[in-house]
């Protein structure tokens, strides 16, 4: 079975042919000429419109471009939202670090006060002690004094603790005494009487000093000992006051240093905010400017499938009417229109039919002809060579464009008189065959040895049964018992 590859873009040469062609040909009747422009230009944009709109709609570039802006909008709107939630998020810390800060800034006043309230504290309790001693100096001093003035007193002192001593293992008679003994003993009263007074109250004196001295001593150590326990004290508060101040201070620092660097986010995400905001509504205009254009574009599309299908139908109307021109640069009639009409490209008996084995175990996507040696094949209608040249064992081969994407395949011939970009019309000489099969001939196992031409239709790149297209003489033919 033969299979070809159809390029429709050979009929773009074939219309650059064409028109090589046509310089050489005489002119045309005027009315012919111009229904041969018209038909010609139809051709070439029935030949380039889409066959179906929803691909046109599919491939087309502005529906692509807006489907990739609205795609990308979609992105930012999602990046914008991703950016906003980053920006309330970095707006509570950093309400979270003011407020920290300023808690901190309090405790820091507080401390403060507390540190300036230890030291007062501490002047009024170096004022106490300095009057302490300075109380305990002059206590000193006067001690001193009385300890001195004893001192100084100390004969008469004698003087008198002996005569008491002495009353006191003699003491005196009481009246049988003799006038001497009377009269000393009433010296001594005298003496006695003058000195033990006084003495009497310096004791008294001298004792309650010492008496109030040794309260004031213990009262001053009491006093001295507390003092000191305070000053530790005060000396440890103001440590610990020292210390928390330090970690506060170093907190506060690292507060601030994560509220800069939280400001510095919060304003990169307001610039991105910014910037995403501005894309977004540039994203919007250009799909807006897109969807315009692309809506203008379809509009236009769509008025000139109009007007080329009322140009196709008044080309068709006038060529069902008019009578083919032997120079026409483009089929006479739309192919598709053509079933029952067409004559076979060679005379010849059909030895295989469309859908029969071929012998091989294979479908036959066409039909064999058995012909004459050196019978001549033309063209079974009208259309442009999109291939003309050998191909593999089948030996020479014509692919003709009938147009509609359908297009006739030819195969098995010897000598071709045709080149591909040509224009032929039915009935024009295409080839002639040879003296015997060729190879590729030989797998339909036919019995005869007489040259044979493998006949193929295709639409839209798909065989179809030839049968339809031919007249009915010769489709009513069987095939021949080749056994």
Excluded: C
Excluded at 16 to 34: C, E, K, T, Y
Excluded at 406 to 433: C, Q, Y
Aim: net charge negative.
């Amino acid at each position: 079975m033969l299979s070809f590859r159809i390029v429709h873009s050979g009929s773009r040469a074939a219309m650059a042919a064409a028109g090589r062609r046509m310089r050489l040909i005489r002119p045309l009747p005027g009315a012919l000429l111009v229904l041969a422009l018209t038909a010609v230009t139809v051709l070439m944009l029935w030949s380039t419109t889409p066959s179906n709109a929803t691909d046109a709609d599919a491939t087309d570039p502005d529906s692509v471009g807006t489907i990739e802006l609205e795609q990308e909008q979609e992105a930012s709107r999602l990046e914008l939202q991703s950016v906003a939630n980053e920006a309330a998020l970095a707006a509570k810390a950093l309400e979270a670090l003011q407020s920290d800060i300023a808690a901190l800034r309090a405790d820091q006043q507080d401390l403060d006060q507390k540190i300036a309230e230890t030291a007062s504290r501490r002047a009024e309790l170096d004022q106490q002690i300095k009057a302490g001693e300075q109380t305990m100096t002059g206590l000193s001093e006067r001690q001193e004094a009385v300890r001195l003035s004893l001192i100084s007193r100390r004969s008469v002192l004698a003087e008198v603790l002996a005569a008491l001593q002495r009353l006191g293992r003699d003491p005196p008679p009481a009246l049988l005494v003799s006038p001497e003994d009377a009269l000393s003993s009433v010296r001594s009263a005298i003496m006695l009487g003058a000195v033990v007074p006084e003495i009497r109250a310096e004791t008294q004196a001298l004792a309650d000093d010492l008496k109030e001295l040794a309260a004031l001593r213990q009262a001053i150590a009491v006093e001295r000992v507390a003092l000191a326990k305070a000053l530790e004290e005060n000396a440890e508060e103001e440590q610990r006051l020292a210390n928390l101040a330090s970690e506060k201070a170093a907190l506060q620092e690292q507060s601030s240093r994560r509220l800069e660097r939280e400001r510095e986010r919060a304003e990169a995400l307001s610039v991105r905010s910014t910037e995403l905001e501005s894309v977004i509504a540039r994203l919007a205009d250009e799909i807006v400017s897109l969807r315009q254009a692309a809506e203008a574009a379809r509009k236009a599309e769509e008025e000139r499938q109009r007007q080329l299908a009322e140009q196709l139908e008044r080309a068709r109307a006038f060529a069902a009417v008019a009578v083919p021109d032997k120079n026409r640069i483009m089929p006479a009639y739309a192919f598709s229109r053509l079933t029952g009409t067409l004559s076979l490209p060679v005379q010849g008996e059909t030895v295989r039919y469309f859908g029969a084995d071929d012998g091989t175990g294979h479908t036959l996507a066409g039909e064999v002809l058995a012909t004459e040696k050196g019978a001549t094949v033309v063209a079974p209608a009208d259309g442009w060579i999109a291939y003309a040249g050998p191909f593999r064992s089948y030996g020479q081969v014509v692919i003709i464009d009938t147009g509609e994407n359908h297009h006739v395949v030819l195969a098995g011939m010897e000598k071709i008189k045709v080149s591909a970009g040509r224009f032929v019309v039915a009935g024009e000489p295409l080839a002639t065959m040879g003296q015997t099969r060729f190879a590729g001939s030989a797998a339909l196992s036919l019995a005869s040895e007489r040259p044979t031409l493998y006949i193929e239709i295709r639409k839209d790149g798909q065989p179809v049964d030839p049968r339809s297209w031919w007249k009915d003489d010769m489709s009513s033919r069987k095939a021949s018992n080749d056994t």
